[in-house]
């Protein structure tokens, strides 16, 4: 496991931006990564680069790594009232749970995003 923690969630208007990050206490690049909006997957960067993202915000989200492979990030842009949720980052080894992007066996605590007009 390792210790994650978010930052940079707040409120912005409908077709806003804002850069999530999540700081690990360890070293990422080994590791799938992924950020989760209620507990629900929006975008997971595999350990060999690949990326996912949920229909719903795909071309207007970007999951990426610092090149300390210490920081994930998540770009958002043209933000949507139904973008509103807790966003949290997870971490895991296991290729299999990068797979099916569930039970990550490391967690951030949470950021806030809160979109309106």
């Known amino acids: 496991q390792v210790r994650l923690r978010e930052s940079g969630g707040g409120s912005v208007q409908i077709g806003g931006s804002l850069r999530l990050s999540c700081a690990a206490a360890g070293d990422l690049g080994s590791r799938c990564t992924a950020w989760f909006r209620e507990g629900v997957a929006v975008a997971r960067l595999g350990q060999d680069g690949s990326t996912w993202y949920a229909d719903s915000v795909k071309g207007r989200f970007t999951i990426s790594k610092d090149s300390t492979k210490t920081i994930l990030y998540l770009e958002m842009n043209e933000l949507q009232p139904e973008d509103t949720g807790m966003y949290s980052c997870?971490?895991?080894?296991?290729?299999?749970?990068?797979?099916?992007?569930?039970?990550?066996?490391?967690w951030g605590q949470g950021t806030q995003v809160t979109v309106s007009s």
């Open positions: 997870a971490a895991d080894s296991s290729a299999w749970k990068c797979l099916i992007r569930t039970n990550f066996n490391s």
